[in-house]
């Protein structure tokens, strides 16, 4: 399905006004029954990124033409809409195709995106720890697929390989632990109208809505936040700033189509800060604006200027990001402090960026974790999925944004999780 052909039914279903679009539920999130013999197919949801300088500018077009990222449906009539979101991308992919692949040669030897061969690493430790988990106890085969959404492999690509590897059940897994009607939401709407297309088979699906709270999660978070501390001089070290920071959003999506992602990022920094004892002070900004539309804030750039400007260092956390990428590697940890630098701004004296979570042990455990849940396997015991578990109260946090709109709280995994997790490991 071409980007224009998608724009098409995407406008003519109104998905923008659609609650499964902040919701996920264009799949059932309930457990999926799986027999021996099957074939589990689970599929990691992602961006994607270039693998080579060719590609950034096609990368760039896919990206802008997504109508869940950028919304053109208040501005542009309907019947008009598609051509000139066309038009959009074709002239700022073309433009700003040159640069952004100079970026990428900063951070990457072949001008490609740290996130495709992490993101592959990522697929290939959670299919192993899943077949050992759980092969020889249940009968069923567990192979893992990247199903990227603006870059190869393709959703498309991914699903044919699936049929060729007879694939007979589908977890849809998104490496977004916050659910975002631009992440996951965009990735979900596009599976979902490719199956209607009939470009894909509709296999028995779940999916995974969100784990921005899960406690392996939030330990793999912290293992990386105590590697990126360690490369601060002694004397310093206790008293650094953590800067989480996330991708931002347009406000909009929080305050008109109820968007949880905001409240997500927020209860993931608070049990980061709480598991830590709040040892530190800490911030929580947003990055990646685009476009003159009023977007999340406090902006991380600006914030790192504030933090500079009274003396703090800092260590950057990407909350919401579980690989390196351009906007970890490139822009955190190069461009904001030269372009601070070069409007002659206040830089921290001693500024890190954390590593990406990539294939950290917790973090694919976690993944093994969110697969199994969404699971009814033979003769083995599976945590409950996050569908069927309660959510904290508003009254449990009180970290939010200045603009909180209450909107959600993340899903509470403390509740019979340990007991859980010892009938795994001794099923």
Request: aromatic share 10%.
């Amino acid at each position: 399905m071409t980007p224009y052909e998608f724009i098409q039914r995407y406008d003519r279903e109104g998905y923008n006004s659609d609650p499964r679009m902040v919701n996920g539920e264009f799949f059932p999130s309930s457990k999926l029954g799986v027999e021996s013999g099957d074939t589990v197919g689970v599929v990691l949801l992602n961006l994607g990124g270039p693998d080579g300088e060719e590609a950034v500018k096609p990368f760039l077009y896919n990206l802008f033409m997504d109508p869940a990222i950028i919304d053109f449906s208040e501005v542009v009539y309907f019947q008009a809409r598609g051509r000139v979101r066309q038009a959009f991308s074709k002239i700022i992919s073309y433009f700003r195709s040159k640069s952004v692949a100079e970026d990428y040669k900063e951070i990457s030897g072949d001008g490609g995106s740290p996130i495709n061969p992490l993101t592959r690493e990522q697929s290939s430790k959670l299919e192993q720890r899943l077949n050992e988990q759980y092969a020889a106890q249940t009968g069923a085969t567990f192979k893992t697929y990247m199903a990227m959404r603006y870059w190869k492999p393709t959703s498309e690509q991914t699903a044919a390989q699936m049929q060729a590897d007879g694939v007979d059940k589908v977890v849809l897994l998104p490496l977004y632990p916050q659910y975002s009607k631009t992440t996951t939401g965009a990735s979900l709407v596009y599976w979902h109208e490719l199956e209607k297309a009939g470009e894909i088979p509709a296999w028995p699906t779940t999916f995974v809505f969100e784990y921005a709270t899960y406690p392996k999660y939030i330990e793999a978070l912290n293992d990386r936040i105590d590697e990126g501390l360690a490369r601060f001089p002694d004397h310093v070290r206790d008293d650094v700033h953590l800067l989480f920071s996330a991708h931002g959003t347009p406000l909009t999506e929080m305050e008109e189509r109820q968007d949880p992602y905001c409240c997500l990022v927020h209860s993931t920094v608070k049990h980061v800060m709480e598991q830590r004892g709040f040892d530190h002070d800490f911030t929580t900004a947003f990055q990646s604006k685009v476009g003159p539309s009023e977007w999340l804030t406090p902006a991380t750039d600006e914030t790192v200027e504030e933090l500079a400007e009274g003396g703090e260092d800092v260590l950057v956390i990407p909350v919401a990001f579980v690989t390196d990428h351009i906007e970890t590697s490139y822009e955190l940890a190069i461009e904001i402090p030269e372009e601070l630098e070069e409007e002659g701004a206040p830089i921290p004296e001693h500024y890190e960026v954390m590593p990406g979570l990539n294939s950290h042990p917790k973090f694919i455990e976690t993944l093994a974790d969110m697969t199994a849940a969404q699971l009814q396997l033979p003769n083995v015991q599976t945590p409950t999925p996050g569908s069927q578990r309660p959510c904290y109260e508003i009254q449990d946090r009180d970290i939010r944004c200045h603009q909180c709109q209450n909107v959600a709280e993340a899903t509470n995994w403390s509740e019979s999780e340990t007991e859980e997790s010892r009938e795994l490991e001794t099923a």
